[in-house]
């Protein structure tokens, strides 16, 4: 009785794994945050700037680094290193900006993210993405975390990037100061 | 797994598109419909239900235009409803359509119930959620006979089709997939399918907006006409526009428009040949037709949009009696007093065309104040002139003021979107151009020849801004125009007798702030005439005139546009104000404050909503929704106000939504743009002018002025300002009436500077907005208002 549930509790996981893989596979561009890879689905990217200057934005969050001129248009700069809690970096010649494109309540927003480096594009097959796992009761809330792609040895986790900054938190930006 | 939290309409690829697809299906959606569609039908909607909610408050506050507003507006949006089958929300907007015609007593509650529920409803299909109320529920509180049957039950003739209606788009509704459910199904509609080709509507469309523009000219020669007296001119324009739509509707064949058109063309000639003026009941006849054909046409639109059968229209045969009567040269019915200047030139120009003696037409001045007439009329009735005489002088008035009227020029019709992008990529050419002009590279070429095309470079990227700039720009003529219509409504309305004064109609504004501006202005008009002008017995009493004066005009002053809305009414009352402020709790008992300070009260929150105020100081109803869609365009507004003579308020806004005058002040390493309209002065302090109370609160002294001084780098946290006040530099700023200075380290320049509005709807305390600035960087544009707030926020808690 007790395998017999058992194994249909695997199955029924190994269903869900292989549905997720199969939502989740395509092409994903990676990059560096200190050791680890992300990925975030090519269709969200929009380009790749190199470090321009950036404008501080007073009274905000740290990892709002600020805001940037992009062809006349004013992006907002999300520092993904602060966002995740980690220590600040200084810029290095591999540091560039992603400019990701999502939607924020109901708006499409046009945001850049700073990272250490570009990895490259890569195909994901639904056979090498993994569910989340469980990141432990009191860890912090990772369900930006879409799934954990294995190539090799490494491992991307792959993000949902409306959800690294969500409208909470962009609310929160605009009452920091309150 | 679950969805991505992206917009769930958000056109879908792949594998998502038919999950969206099929969930639309399940809403009961025809499977015709695309995501695309359903999002554009929400946006619209979403936006149309605001204005919904503002014209049903409008029509329980009396509103007539607001009515026929509201009428259009939910048959527009029945309409598209019913274009993308949405059967339930088709019937609400037919409820309520026959809910605002029935008029039962508790009307208004029921259309905002209604609207509630639309709004909630259309959030959930946003989300591709089911209503949360079935749709019945609200059409049944629609349709219900009020309490008071007597008056106000539905005749059974439109009750009728509204259940017929009702069970058909039940049927429609049960069966999920079921085709279309056509709005021309609907009997009420009183259409079948009419099966225009694609080239009909195209040029249905053109007739449309073409007789759109030219009702509006129309209404714009009548309001000349009542104010200057009709002309030989004014007469053809009308007849022109009329005769132009009757070609039009006879070869589209819309019999009502026609029908319409052509009686009020036979009125129109005999006016021409001068057997009949138009004046008085005339006119209002003609305006009665201009905006019964406006309606016509808008109801031509809807059924072309939805593909059925011109409607008929049950009032307009009752229209067409009352023209011909007027044609077969019987009075109209109730003759109106049209408004009319007192004090006019006009007597002067019967001095020399009727040869009158000044003694008479000063003897008729002081006798019209008793008999209310028109000067002329007053002479009429004394036989002094006879008709013929004053209505050459009055034409001659009217070509003396038609110099000032704009002639109709030669336009181009362009897509916004194009004038739109155009505009966007000449601000784009601005900004590389001047980051190209400074770049230390091109700074230090000495070549003459090259600085020369430089220079030239640079006048004209600045020139092709200025035409960029005016191409979105147009004359505040028709939202003056509404609001001289709007004086007058609500004269009528209120019995007090005003006339409305314009002037500067021909001020040009940013297209988008002329649309925003007529809300604020609506409810200024409103203000003056319930509450500023006083009634007739309290103005006799005082020696005023009995005829009040609303004065609306607009100016240039310095790089910004005012526009000034004045009454000669009673003016604010300051103790009134002060003690509901004090009873409110706004200012501490004690304080002493400036008229500017105490008439700024009036915009607090919260203040206008107190009826009591309204009684006392007579004022305030929804300043605070003036304040801030004022403020919203960056503008300012002030009041100036002397008890007895009056009360102006005066508006002053960028010349664009796009571009404003800024100073740019440095901070420590960083720089900032000040709005220029909201700085009043910069100064270099010295010693003497500064104090500092508790080692904190700092003060300034300006020529015996006492203002608190903030620092620019303590409120955004900025590293390595200068410290000492003597070293650096004061901006003073004011907002809402109040002064303050802001410390910065040294002032830059001044220039203009394109705003961009932060993505993401992110906001940042105290910063409007972000400029480009011609180095490049991106500068924040400093919120002079929300520091303002916070500052006298922060003061009243310390004081109370």
């Known amino acids: 009785m007790a395998s017999e549930n058992a194994a249909s509790d695997e199955a029924k996981a190994?269903?869900?794994?292989?549905?997720?893989?199969?939502?989740?596979?395509?092409?994903?561009?990676?990059?560096?945050?200190?050791?680890?890879?992300?990925?975030?689905?090519?269709?969200?990217?929009?380009?790749?700037?190199g470090l321009p200057e950036i404008t501080r934005a007073p009274r905000t969050p740290d990892f709002l680094r600020g805001v940037i001129n992009l062809r006349g248009k004013v992006i907002a700069v999300i520092d993904l290193r602060l966002k995740f809690g980690m220590s600040k970096l200084d810029p290095t010649d591999q540091t560039v900006i992603i400019l990701v494109q999502y939607a924020l309540a109901g708006q499409d927003v046009t945001m850049g993210i700073l990272v250490d480096e570009v990895v490259e594009v890569m195909d994901l097959q639904a056979s090498q993405i993994e569910p989340p796992p469980a990141f432990g009761a009191g860890a912090i809330d990772a369900d930006f975390v879409l799934g954990v792609g294995k190539v090799d040895k490494r491992v991307i986790f792959l993000l949902d990037i409306g959800k690294v900054l969500t409208t909470d938190e962009v609310k929160k930006l605009a009452g920091a100061s309150a | 797994m679950a969805e991505p939290t992206k917009n769930p309409l958000q056109a879908g690829t792949g594998e998502q598109g038919t999950s969206v697809a099929e969930k639309l299906v399940a809403l009961g959606l025809p499977e015709w419909v695309e995501p695309e569609?359903?999002?554009?039908?929400?946006?619209?909607?979403?936006?149309?239900?605001?204005?919904?909610e503002r014209e049903i408050l409008e029509v329980e506050g009396g509103s007539e235009e607001g009515l026929a507003e509201l009428k259009r507006r939910l048959h527009t949006m029945k309409g598209e409803a019913g274009a993308i089958g949405l059967c339930g929300l088709e019937?609400?907007?037919?409820?309520?359509?026959?809910?605002?015609?029935?008029?039962?007593?508790?009307?208004?509650?029921?259309?905002?119930?209604?609207?509630?529920?639309?709004?909630?409803?259309?959030?959930?299909?946003?989300?591709?959620?089911?209503p949360e109320s079935p749709a019945d529920k609200v059409v049944a509180l629609l349709t219900s006979v009020p309490p008071a049957a007597d008056t106000a039950a539905p005749d059974p003739a439109t009750a009728d089709p509204a259940t017929a209606d009702t069970a058909a788009a039940g049927a429609a509704t049960a069966g999920a997939a079921a085709p279309a459910p056509g709005a021309a199904d609907l009997p009420s509609k009183g259409g079948a399918r009419a099966h225009r080709d694609p080239e009909t509507v195209a040029m249905l469309g053109e007739f449309i907006v073409e007789s759109d523009e030219g009702l509006g000219s129309a209404e714009q020669l009548l309001m000349n006409v009542e104010h200057d007296g009709p002309s030989p001119e004014s007469t053809n324009g009308l007849f022109r526009i009329v005769h132009n739509i009757k070609g039009g509707s006879g070869f589209y064949n819309v019999p009502d428009v026609t029908a319409l058109a052509h009686r009020t063309e036979t009125l129109l000639d005999l006016l021409r040949d001068g057997v009949m003026e138009l004046r008085g009941a005339v006119l209002d006849l003609v305006l009665d037709a201009v905006d019964h054909l406006?309606?016509?046409?808008?109801?031509?639109?809807?059924?072309?949009?939805?593909?059925?059968?011109?409607?008929?229209?049950?009032?307009?045969?009752?229209?067409?009696?009352?023209?011909?009567?007027?044609?077969?040269?019987?009075?109209?019915?109730?003759?109106?007093?049209?408004?009319?200047?007192?004090?006019t030139q006009l007597g002067e120009i019967l001095e020399t065309i009727a040869a009158v003696p000044p003694s008479r037409t000063a003897a008729a001045a002081v006798a019209q104040k008793v008999s209310g007439l028109r000067l002329g009329e007053e002479l009429v009735a004394q036989g002094d002139v006879r008709p013929k005489q004053l209505v050459q002088a009055l034409r001659a008035q009217a070509e003396a003021n038609r110099a000032s009227t704009a002639r109709i020029r030669g336009t181009v019709k362009v897509d916004l979107e194009r004038v739109d992008s155009l505009v966007e990529m000449i601000g784009e050419l601005v900004i590389v151009q001047s980051m190209v002009v400074n770049a230390p590279e091109m700074q230090a070429i000495t070549s003459h020849r090259t600085r020369n095309y430089l220079g030239h470079l640079t006048?004209?990227?600045?020139?092709?801004?200025?035409?960029?700039?005016?191409m979105r720009m147009v004359p505040l003529r028709a939202v003056f125009q509404k609001m001289a219509r709007l004086v007058r409504d609500l004269s009528h309305k209120s019995g007090k007798e005003v006339q409305v004064a314009l002037s500067g109609e021909g001020t040009e504004m940013d297209r988008s702030m002329v649309e925003q501006i007529g809300d604020p202005l609506v409810h200024m008009i409103r203000n003056a005439v319930d509450h500023g002008i006083e009634p007739a017995a309290e103005r006799a009493a005082a020696g005023?005139?009995?005829?009040?004066?609303?004065?609306?005009?607009?100016?240039?002053?310095?790089?910004?546009?005012?526009?000034?809305?004045?009454?000669?009414?009673?003016?604010?009352?300051?103790?009134?104000?002060?003690?509901?402020?004090?009873?409110?709790?706004?200012?501490?008992?004690?304080?002493?404050?400036s008229d500017d300070a105490v008439f700024s009260l009036i915009f607090a929150p919260g203040f206008s909503t107190a009826k009591q105020i309204t009684e006392l100081s007579g004022r305030g109803v929804g300043m605070d929704v003036v304040k801030r869609s004022i403020e919203a365009m960056r503008g300012r507004i002030s009041i100036a106000s002397a008890p007895g003579r009056g009360t102006t308020f005066k508006i002053l806004l960028p010349l664009t939504l796009a571009i404003i005058d800024g100073m740019l002040v440095s901070c420590g390493e960083e720089r900032y743009i000040i709005p220029t309209l909201s700085v009043v002065e910069s100064i270099k302090p010295d010693a003497s002018m500064l104090f500092c109370a508790a080692n904190r609160a700092e003060v300034l002294n300006i020529r015996g002025q006492i203002l608190t001084l903030l620092r620019l780098d303590r409120l955004f946290d900025i590293p390595g300002a200068k410290s000492d006040p003597v070293e650096a530099l004061v901006v003073i700023l004011e907002s809402g009436g109040r002064r303050f200075g802001?410390?910065?380290?040294?002032?830059?320049?001044?220039?203009?500077?394109?705003?961009?509005?932060?993505?993401?709807?992110?906001?940042?305390?105290?910063?409007?907005?972000?400029?480009?600035?011609?180095?490049?960087?991106?500068?924040?544009?400093?919120?002079?208002?929300?520091?303002?707030?916070?500052?006298?926020?922060?003061?009243?808690?310390?004081?109370?």
């Open chain 1, 14 to 49: 190994e269903a869900r794994t292989a549905e997720l893989g199969a939502g989740l596979a395509g092409k994903y561009m990676t990059f560096k945050l200190a050791r680890e890879e992300y990925g975030l689905g090519i269709l969200k990217v929009r380009e790749i700037i």
């Open chain 2, 37 to 52: 569609m359903l999002q554009e039908f929400l946006a619209t909607q979403t936006g149309a239900l605001e204005d919904v």
């Open chain 2, 91 to 130: 019937r609400v907007f037919h409820a309520m359509e026959d809910c605002l015609a029935a008029a039962p007593p508790d009307r208004s509650d029921r259309l905002l119930e209604a609207k509630d529920w639309l709004a909630s409803t259309l959030a959930s299909l946003a989300k591709l959620a089911p």
């Open chain 2, 294 to 343: 406006r309606q016509l046409l808008s109801a031509v639109r809807d059924a072309v949009d939805r593909d059925v059968e011109f409607p008929a229209s049950p009032e307009v045969p009752q229209l067409l009696a009352r023209l011909q009567a007027a044609i077969d040269g019987e009075p109209p019915p109730p003759a109106e007093l049209p408004a009319f200047r007192p004090g």
């Open chain 2, 459 to 470: 006048k004209i990227v600045r020139d092709l801004q200025g035409v960029g700039m005016h």
């Open chain 2, 544 to 593: 005023k005139p009995p005829v009040a004066t609303v004065r609306l005009s607009a100016f240039h002053e310095g790089g910004s546009i005012a526009i000034e809305i004045g009454d000669d009414g009673g003016g604010l009352r300051r103790d009134a104000i002060l003690a509901k402020a004090r009873a409110q709790g706004l200012i501490s008992g004690n304080q002493e404050l």
């Open chain 2, 742 to 800: 802001l410390l910065v380290d040294n002032v830059l320049s001044q220039q203009q500077v394109v705003i961009k509005s932060l993505d993401a709807g992110i906001q940042i305390p105290f910063v409007s907005g972000a400029a480009i600035l011609p180095d490049g960087k991106v500068g924040m544009i400093v919120n002079v208002e929300e520091i303002g707030d916070e500052w006298w926020r922060r003061e009243q808690l310390h004081s109370c």
